[in-house]
């Protein structure tokens, strides 16, 4: 059984940061994608960011360009994705997600091609 186990969320004001972990509990698991998506309540969750790691072609939502950088890394044979959070803006509050395809053709980050999910992480930002 796969599990992604996310860290990091937190609270903090209006131009901060946060950095987001995501651990894969399985040795060797690969997928042909990984990445965060975010929920607020009462609307869908919706692609933050997100890495192709075959190519490591990079995907992001026009609302984060430029403020959100994701990267993917090993600890021995375990992957870890990350995301660090800049210039954070109180829209930016959210459940973030970590996420990992299930399938290996992925031709958009969309959550009906990702099977495996992290429990969450709270980012909350004050104005």
């Known amino acids: 059984q796969v599990q992604l186990v996310e860290s990091g969320g937190g609270s903090v004001q209006a131009g901060g940061s946060l950095r987001l972990s995501c651990a894969v509990s399985?040795?060797?698991?690969?997928?042909?994608?990984m990445g965060w998506f975010r929920q607020t309540p009462g609307k869908e969750r919706e692609p933050v960011a997100a890495?192709?790691?075959?190519?490591?072609?990079?995907?992001?939502a026009d609302s984060v360009k430029g403020r959100f950088t994701i990267s993917i890394s090993r600890a021995g044979a375990k992957n870890i994705l990350d995301l660090q959070m800049n210039s954070l803006k109180p829209e930016d509050t959210a459940m973030y997600y970590c996420?990992?395809?299930?399938?290996?053709?992925?031709?958009?980050?969309?959550?009906?091609?990702?099977?495996?999910w992290g429990q969450g992480t709270q980012v909350t930002v004050s104005p």
């Open positions: 890495v192709y790691t075959g190519s490591g072609s990079t995907y992001y």
């Open positions: 996420a990992a395809s299930d399938t290996d053709y992925v031709p958009e980050v969309d959550i009906s091609h990702f099977g495996y």
């Open positions: 399985q040795d060797t698991f690969n997928s042909s994608c």
